[in-house]
């Protein structure tokens, strides 16, 4: 069983920055698997925003390039999305996700909102 907790999602307003968290437990980091960040906004599907291999490469969904970074630190099994002149665009719940062992993991998400 994989556990994957959120953090680090409020209320920002735009061009703030703000830096998510996803600690996973047990030891699936060193698996060699691909932690996923995604993001739903109210009335929208969920939609992949970067993803991140065990050797560090990294895709991003093109409405956040440049301005999200995606990055993990396997000794703490952690997943990070910085997140960097942030536009009301960005406002949903972000949840971090992975696939193990063929079965695929969410947590519980974080809200994420961009306003003034």
């Known amino acids: 069983q994989v556990q994957l907790v959120e953090s680090g999602g409020g209320l920002v307003q735009p061009g703030g920055s703000l830096r998510l968290s996803c600690a996973a437990s047990?030891?699936?980091?060193?698996?060699?698997?691909?932690m996923r960040w995604y993001r739903q906004a109210p009335g929208k599907q969920r939609d992949l925003v970067a993803a991140?291999?065990?050797?560090?490469?990294?895709v991003y969904a093109d409405s956040v390039k440049g301005r999200f970074t995606i990055s993990r630190d396997d000794a703490k099994n952690t997943v990070y999305l910085q997140m960097n002149s942030l536009k009301p665009e960005d406002t949903a719940v972000y949840f971090c996700?992975?696939?193990?062992?063929?079965?695929?993991?969410w947590g519980q998400g974080t809200q994420v909102t961009v306003s003034s």
């Open positions: 047990g030891s699936i980091f060193s698996r060699n698997v691909i």
């Open positions: 991140i291999t065990s050797s560090g490469d990294t």
């Open positions: 996700q992975t696939r193990f062992q063929l079965v695929t993991y």
